[in-house]
């Protein structure tokens, strides 16, 4: 998937030295199927060239909601 004219954006918690954080890009990607989909694309910021994961909106919205519900706590 061509990611080169993806704007990737940082969390606003991130510090100014970079830290270990995670990069999301939001952009329109071609299927295999009938027409194009949007995608939320998301990488490590210390290994931009690396493997990327991709979810749906809804998938990414299911995700953001799970962590404010704090549904992914460890303890």
Same mark, same amino acid.
């Given at each position: 998937?061509?990611?080169?004219?993806?704007?990737?954006?940082?969390?606003?918690?991130?510090?100014?030295?970079?830290?270990?954080?995670?990069?999301?890009?939001?952009?329109?990607?071609v299927? $295999? #199927? %009938?027409?194009?989909?949007?995608?939320? *694309?998301?990488? +490590?910021?210390?290994?931009? $060239? #690396? %493997?990327?994961l991709?979810?749906t909106? *809804?998938e990414? +919205?299911?995700?953001?909601?799970?962590?404010?519900?704090?549904?992914f706590?460890?303890?």
């Amino acid at each position: 998937m061509d990611l080169s004219n993806a704007t990737w954006r940082k969390s606003s918690y991130t510090g100014s030295n970079g830290g270990n954080c995670v990069e999301v890009a939001e952009f329109t990607g071609v299927t $295999d #199927g %009938p027409g194009d989909t949007e995608l939320i *694309a998301v990488r +490590d910021s210390k290994n931009p $060239d #690396g %493997p990327k994961l991709f979810f749906t909106p *809804a998938e990414w +919205d299911a995700f953001v909601n799970g962590v404010k519900a704090n549904e992914f706590d460890r303890s």
